[in-house]
């Protein structure tokens, strides 16, 4: 129960700046050139002046700043995005069509990287200087310095042109009808080099962390009790030293949520998936600010969520955080 | 010069500083080897590279040469980073140093949007900042700047948390200086070096963010960068490959370049630290 009042309150804390973010991106976006009435004049091919008026008055943007940001916290309270011009829909239906790719391609990529960084991280400390290590490093370096987009079209040149083992983008096949485990697979197939691709940079961060918390904890009084007792090394690795070694792992992802929400959006604009980063894109190009602005909520939320987890795992690996709260 | 000694003993710091001054050099001697616009047409589309000597990387789907945008890339890059990382450090410092060195109410007001900003994505507010002053080079690079910022205003509030209360600023604060001057006179350059390393770290990702913003056709499309030619390199990616692949490898090592510079110098000034 401690757990969840002090993950509780940080939650209630966050609040605040979710509202500091909408008001600020609101009134960032009031400078931008032309408004929603103008991306659907230049849809329809233009119109006349007194058509414009009449579909301003119509979606409230006649009235003041104030009173535009009043109207648009209200109805966000109500959990009302508000309106795509561009896709005829409300925009909180557009946003949730093009959640599910996204939370996949993300938790896909995290999973990858968490996984792979620990083992890595793991190796990388237990030969600390020999030959796996500089090995495992060096590949770090290059991972981390790898920009994702370009390193996602040699994988599509590699991959899908050369072999042709796995498709260059897209969610699924749309072409043929597939159900229960085949379009599981399907989507599988789709999004194996969408992740690899997002999770690289994550991988090189995580393996980086994973190898110095290791040689940290490595070093520790309780670890030569473990070994002086007469634990074999493995032992000591699985049971002793890596609960202790995973806590900034853990916090790291709560960190680097954001940075993964924003790495998809060019992972995504890469392989062609139908997601939110996508959908952030289209909505930059198409001036569809109306759904930028609930791109921008619904992305602060979903770090926020994030952080939250991340808390409720910290305190489960740790007792010490709850006996502190 | 313990410190110089030290950095030059690491292979690795010394392998950063030789590709980061290669990348430097051929910045400079860009305007030297090609005189001519790297964006105008130089001679037939899609030549192979090491095809034709004129074209020693080959040529781009509108028949401009690669080798020529390469060059005047490095300066693109170079730019963008140099400045955004000096926009986001100067802005960190600035809000670091007054959270930190005053706390109460400044701290809570400056933390509070400090968090705002790491709580929104960088790249969506990059997006939405690109969506309203449009994509020109000084704006992209000051967007740049404008969304890396609160990391270093973290780091420098840390430093400055630990510092305020040390003997030199009381002894100061006896002497009857001004905050003002406390903070930039006596405490600033002791909570810097930190900061500086950490500003690799604000550089390499700066090069990325600019470089994903061209691949997006989102960044100044009238300037050679790197990124706008493996953005045009897509069109033609499953035969002529060549034309994302080669700007790819440049940001590659122009970003290891400048991370291995800054692990260097981080070894070379923390030595207790080293091998984390």
Known sequence: ?325 | MDAVKRYFRSPAAVAGLILLLIVIAMAITAGWLYPRDPLALAGRPLVWPFSNPRFLLGTDNSGRDIAAQIFYGARISLLIGGVATAIAILIGILVGAFAGYYGGWVDNVLMRITEAFQTLPNFVLLLVLVAVFGSTLTTVTIAVGVVSWPAPARLTRAEFLSLRNREFVQAGRTLGMKNIQLIFGEILPNALPPVIVYASVVMAVAILLESALAFLRLSDPNVASWGNLIGLGRDVLRVQWYVSAIPGIAILVTVLAVSLVGQGLNDALNPRLKGR
Do not use: C
């Open chain 1, 1 to 325: 129960m401690r757990i969840l009042t002090l993950a509780g309150r940080r939650l209630a804390a966050s609040i605040p700046t979710l509202v500091l973010i909408l008001i600020g991106v609101f009134l960032l976006l009031q400078f931008a050139p032309g408004d929603t009435v103008d991306a659907m004049m230049a849809q329809m091919g233009g119109g006349d002046a007194a058509t414009a008026k009449e579909l301003r008055k119509f979606y409230g943007l006649d009235l003041s700043i104030p009173a535009q940001l009043g109207n648009y916290l209200w109805r966000l309270v109500r959990l009302d995005l508000g309106f795509s011009s561009i896709y005829g829909k409300p925009v909180a239906s557009v946003i949730l069509e093009r959640l599910p790719p996204t939370i996949l391609l993300m938790t896909a990529s995290l999973s990858f990287a968490f996984f792979f960084g620990l083992l890595f991280g793991v190796i990388a400390a237990r030969g600390v200087n020999r030959w796996p290590d500089t090995l495992i490093s060096t590949l770090g370096l290059i991972f981390y310095a790898t920009p994702s987009f370009w390193f996602g079209l040699m994988a599509i040149v590699v991959f899908s042109v050369y072999l042709q083992w796995l498709p260059p983008g897209g969610f699924e096949d749309i072409g043929a009808v597939r159900t229960g485990i085949w379009r599981v697979l399907d989507i599988a197939s789709h999004l194996v080099l969408p992740t690899l691709t997002l999770g690289l940079i994550f991988l090189a961060i995580y393996l980086r962390i994973m190898r110095a918390s290791m040689l940290e904890v490595l070093n520790l009084d309780y670890v030569r009790t473990a070994r002086a007792k007469g634990l074999d090394e493995t032992r000591v690795v699985t049971r002793h030293v890596l609960r202790n070694a995973l806590l900034p792992m853990v916090t790291l992802i709560g960190l680097q949520a954001g940075t993964m929400l924003g790495g998809s959006v060019v992972v995504e604009s890469v392989f062609s998936l139908p997601g939110l980063g996508r959908l952030a894109y289209e909505s930059v190009v198409q001036r569809d600010l109306n759904t930028l602005l609930g791109i921008v909520f619904v992305s602060a939320l979903l770090v926020i969520t994030v952080n939250f987890v991340v808390d409720l795992i910290y305190a489960r690996l740790d007792p010490r955080i709850m006996a502190e709260g």
